[in-house]
Structures are given as structure tokens and as C-alpha cells.
């Protein structure tokens, strides 16, 4: 069975893929997962190997009673399965005060997933998302920890608001490309391996400065071939002098720091 081609998931089947996934989250015995998409199971099984508890949560109900009787000898301290939209689900409802986050997820979503788990009161520990391969490349730019199957060193440095948002709350790292033949059906581009690990509200003074900081990151983005400084206002003029940031630089090529400096004042 396919799922509903509205949910705009694919079944990935590829043994290599899915392990590289598992290896990507770095799966301890007994972690709790949280896994979005589970479609068919094939990467619920590689979790439930390797002896993580898996809450599943599929949007497509038509293969929750499928996932049901496959995974039906385990107990539902090990598994569950949840009917739903993950972008619905109440993180507070986890049995577990730590958990990881993974899930091959719909390209039309990445953003609204990010932002629902990276600034919930409950965090994950660790995220990995098979995401558009383009995505993923934008977002690992400018971190220096990404191997070599990901973007070029020279391709490296411009910023976007999603790239910002999950760097302020974790090390981003892209971990392998997905062709889109290893997928069933297959999508019309290729996939990527996303991993954020050591996710936390640490680069935050405090609440004010976390709102402070997204407020001052989508206004720096509003008008993208504008420079900064124009989009923020000329009451920013000593804060951008003060911080060190170019008067003629454009939002997206302001690193991480620079927006926690200038949105801590």
C-alpha cells in the first residue's frame, strides 16, 4: 500500500538509509523515540532492533491498523502508535523526560516541524529529519562540522530564518544524501539526512531574549535584498556598530551570534 500522495510522504525501504538514519541518532537501549511517519514501518522496525521505545505518530489512517498488527508482539511500553497529525501532538502526553526526535517527514511541513519541536517547553535531545536535499544543504552551510558528502566549503555562509532558528537551538550536521530512487514512490528531488544534536534554550538569556531574537530575525528578513540595517530601522544604527556588523550586510549574511547580540540588548 502507498499512503495518500496529499500526505506528500514516500515509503524509504533502503536497509542503508534507514540504518544511516538510526546511526545518525545515535540509539542508546531503552531511549524513547519519537517517530513521525512511520508509513510502513521499515525505519520503526530498525528502531525497535536496537532496542529504543518508539511512540509513532501517522497521519495517514488508513496504516495505523497495519502498524498495529505488525508490530503487535511488542508490549506498549516498547511501542505505540498514535492516529494523528504530528504537528497536533501534545509533546506533554511523552512517558519519558528525554527523547529523540525522528521522522521522514513531508517536504510541505519541514519548517512547521522544526518550529513545533525545537521551541517546545519539552525539547528532544537530538532531531534527525529526511528533509528536501536542497534544505538540508541551506541550513548545514555555514556549520564547519559538516562532512564531506554535504555542501561544499565554498557554497558555505548564507543564512536563512530556518537556518537560523534551529542553530539557536542546536548543532546542525548534514549527514547523507538520499537519492530519491531509494524511496517508494519516489519524490521528484532528492532527500537528505539532517541531524541537530545538543538541543537546548542555552543560547538564551532568558525568555524575553528568545522572543526578542526570532522578532528581530524575520523583521532582518522581511525584504531580503534590502540591507539590514533598512529593514530593522536606524534606531539599530549603534547596535549593528556595537556588535561589529557591517553597515552594507544583509540579513543572511549575519551569523548566529551576531543575532544573539544584537536581540540581548
Known amino acids: 500500500m502507498q499512503k495518500k500522495k496529499s500526505l506528500g510522504q514516500h515509503f524509504l525501504n533502503s536497509?542503508?538509509?534507514?540504518?544511516?538514519?538510526?546511526?545518525?541518532?545515535?540509539?542508546?537501549?531503552g531511549e524513547t523515540i519519537l517517530?513521525?511517519?512511520?508509513?510502513?514501518?521499515s525505519l520503526t522496525s530498525v528502531l525497535l532492533e536496537r532496542g529504543a521505545k518508539v511512540v509513532a505518530i501517522e497521519?495517514?489512517?488508513?496504516?495505523?491498523?497495519?502498524?498495529?498488527?505488525?508490530?503487535?508482539?511488542?508490549?506498549?511500553?516498547?511501542?505505540?502508535?498514535?492516529d494523528g497529525d504530528a504537528l497536533d501532538f501534545d509533546i506533554a502526553k511523552l512517558n519519558s523526560?528525554?527523547?529523540?526526535?525522528?521522522?521522514n517527514i513531508p517536504?510541505?511541513?519541514?519548517?512547521?516541524?522544526?518550529?513545533?519541536?525545537?521551541?517546545?517547553?519539552?525539547?528532544?535531545?537530538?532531531?534527525?529529519?529526511?528533509?528536501?536535499?536542497?534544505?538540508?544543504?541551506r541550513i548545514a552551510r555555514s556549520n564547519p562540522d559538516a562532512n564531506r558528502s554535504g555542501p561544499r566549503p565554498e557554497r558555505r555562509g548564507k543564512e536563512s530564518i530556518l537556518s537560523l532558528s534551529i542553530?539557536?537551538?542546536?548543532?546542525?550536521?548534514?549527514?547523507?544524501?538520499?537519492?530519491?530512487?531509494?524511496?517508494s514512490p519516489p519524490p521528484k528531488v532528492d532527500s537528505a539526512i539532517l541531524a541537530v544534536t545538543g538541543i537546548s534554550r542555552k543560547n538564551f538569556i532568558n525568555t524575553a531574549h528568545?522572543?526578542?531574537?526570532?522578532?528581530?530575525?524575520?523583521?532582518?528578513?522581511?525584504?531580503?535584498?534590502?540591507?539590514l540595517l533598512s529593514n530593522l530601522g536606524k534606531?539599530?544604527?549603534?547596535?549593528?556598530?556595537?556588535t561589529g556588523i557591517d553597515a552594507k550586510a544583509r540579513a543572511e549574511d549575519v551569523p548566529l551570534q551576531k543575532w544573539l547580540e544584537i536581540s540581548a540588548g
Open 59 to 82: 497521519k495517514d489512517s488508513r496504516l495505523v491498523p497495519l502498524l498495529r498488527e505488525k508490530f503487535k508482539h511488542f508490549d506498549i511500553s516498547k511501542f505505540q502508535v498514535v
Open 210 to 227: 528568545e522572543e526578542k531574537f526570532f522578532m528581530l530575525v524575520k523583521k532582518g528578513f522581511a525584504q531580503k535584498r534590502k540591507f
Open 107 to 137: 517536504y510541505y511541513i519541514t519548517g512547521a516541524l522544526f518550529k513545533k519541536f525545537l521551541t517546545a517547553k519539552h525539547q528532544p535531545s537530538t532531531l534527525v529529519f529526511l528533509i528536501q536535499k536542497e534544505v538540508a544543504e
Open 167 to 183: 542553530k539557536a537551538y542546536g548543532t546542525p550536521k548534514y549527514i547523507k544524501t538520499v537519492p530519491a530512487g531509494a524511496f
Open 235 to 242: 534606531s539599530y544604527t549603534s547596535v549593528l556598530q556595537k
Open 97 to 103: 523526560k528525554n527523547f529523540k526526535l525522528i521522522g
Open 15 to 29: 536497509a542503508h538509509y534507514l540504518n544511516a538514519v538510526a546511526d545518525a541518532a545515535h540509539i542508546k537501549k
Open 35 to 41: 517517530e513521525i511517519g512511520p508509513g510502513n514501518g
